[in-house]
């Protein structure tokens, strides 16, 4: 168990009495766990070389960085309400990087799927749908969020990783195999015999991880397009659903 040893809290003003309430325990646990999730963004896109960030992530440090942003008179979170959350370092650490792989898995979800719908509305080809998932300006905090989970996944113990995704992975599989299913079914093909739908949503899974982080040393790889200004990368997520699946026979 990790020594999370109370801090020292900052000097008052003289005449100026702190600022006592009581945090919902809740509230505490997302300040906390959004705090240190910034702190590893931060340490990203400064490029820190560090073999594993999330080792390297302390209660202490969270609470430190929380305490030096808060206002004039407020009093301090200190250990002892970390402490009620989580005993012992390693569950910080574990519940940290459950939210970190929840949030890249599952929230651009809803923009995908209406990208898909109003190209399917334009009666365009299932290829041109495809493609048109991977046309969207992309937010940088985003992408930085994917770097970071995709560093993780690489880094910390495959154990954790696996425990920390178990739930994301099944949502993602259930969420976005049923938007390709869509795009599949509108295209008139069905998965070629011998394909789960989850053998094509991890392969497009792969080719979204793969192009960030060349996308992290080489943006303009990334960023060719074609004659129409379209990525060129969305042509390899266009021809592996493509690949995966056949052309259902007509119905007499």
């Known amino acids: ?8 809290p900052p000097r008052k003003a003289a005449g100026q009495a702190e ?13 906390l766990l959004l705090e240190a999730e910034a702190i590893l963004l931060a340490g990203l896109e400064q490029g820190d070389d560090v073999v594993n960030p999330l080792a390297g ?5 969270v609470l430190a960085s929380l305490n030096a942003k808060r206002e004039a008179g407020e009093a301090p979170m200190t250990t002892g309400a970390a402490y009620q959350i989580w005993p012992s370092q390693t569950e910080f650490q574990d519940e940290l990087l459950e ?25 365009v080809a299932m290829r041109d ?4 998932l991977g046309q969207g300006d992309t937010d940088p905090r985003v992408q930085a969020e994917l770097s970071l989970a ?13 425990a920390a995704e178990e739930e ?4 993602y599989l259930r969420e976005f195999g049923a938007v390709l299913a869509e795009i599949i079914e509108y295209g008139g093909r069905k998965l070629a015999p011998g394909v789960a739908m989850s053998d094509v949503v991890w392969a497009v899974e792969a080719h979204a991880a793969g192009m960030n982080l ?39």
Not at 57 to 61: G, L, Q, S
Not at 129 to 132: E, M, R
């Open 1 to 8: 168990m990790a020594n999370l040893s109370p801090m020292t």
């Open 19 to 31: 600022v006592r309430r009581r945090r919902p325990r809740e509230q505490t646990r997302e300040m």
């Open 57 to 61: 992530i302390r209660v202490t440090d």
């Open 99 to 123: 939210r970190i792989m929840h949030g890249v898995a599952l929230p651009w979800l809803d923009e995908v799927r209406a990208a898909a719908r109003a190209a399917m509305d334009q009666g």
């Open 129 to 132: 749908v495809l493609i048109s």
């Open 150 to 162: 995709l560093g993780l996944t690489a880094l910390v113990a495959p154990e954790r990783v696996r």
């Open 168 to 171: 994301a992975n099944a949502q």
């Open 214 to 252: 060349r996308g992290r040393s080489h943006p303009e790889v990334v960023a060719r397009t074609d004659r129409q200004g379209q990525r060129l990368s969305s042509w390899a997520l266009a021809s592996m659903v493509e690949g995966f699946t056949v052309e259902q026979r007509s119905r007499k």
